[in-house]
Nanobody, 117 residues
Framework: QVQLVESGGGLVQPGGSLRLSCVAS????????MSWYRQAPGEVRDFVAS????????NYASSVKGRFTISRDNAKNTVYLEMNSLKPEDQGVYYC??????????WGQGTQVTVSS
């Protein structure tokens, strides 16, 4: 059974930091591309960052480049999203996404990030 379980969301002030985690099980984590997406109320789900090639390659949305860092620990089947200098426009539900080498795609249940003073 495939599971992606996110954690680490919460309320943070503008300029603050959060680290999200996503623990995966039920598929080959190390060979899968792992990504983070976010969705604000009334908006489509947007790409944030991805880690692929076993973690040797990363890609970021332009809006988060330089502020967010995606990383992964293949031994722990966990992908992280370090978010710094958070802005109100960063808030939303953050989802973990896995795309396997066989082109199966999985989603977590999401974790809420609220950026507000």
């Amino acid at each position: 059974q495939v599971q992606l379980v996110e954690s680490g969301g919460g309320l943070v002030q503008p300029g603050g930091s959060l680290r999200l985690s996503c623990v995966a099980s039920g598929f080959s984590f190390s060979t899968s591309a792992m990504s983070w997406y976010r969705q604000a109320p009334g908006e489509v789900r947007d790409f944030v960052a991805s880690s692929f090639n076993g973690g040797r390659s990363t890609n970021y949305a332009s809006s988060v480049k330089g502020r967010f860092t995606i990383s992964r620990d293949n031994a722990k089947n966990t992908v992280y999203l370090e978010m710094n200098s958070l802005k109100p426009e960063d808030q939303g539900v953050y989802y973990c996404n896995a795309q396997t080498s066989s082109d199966y795609e999985y989603w977590g249940q999401g974790t809420q990030v609220t950026v507000s003073s």
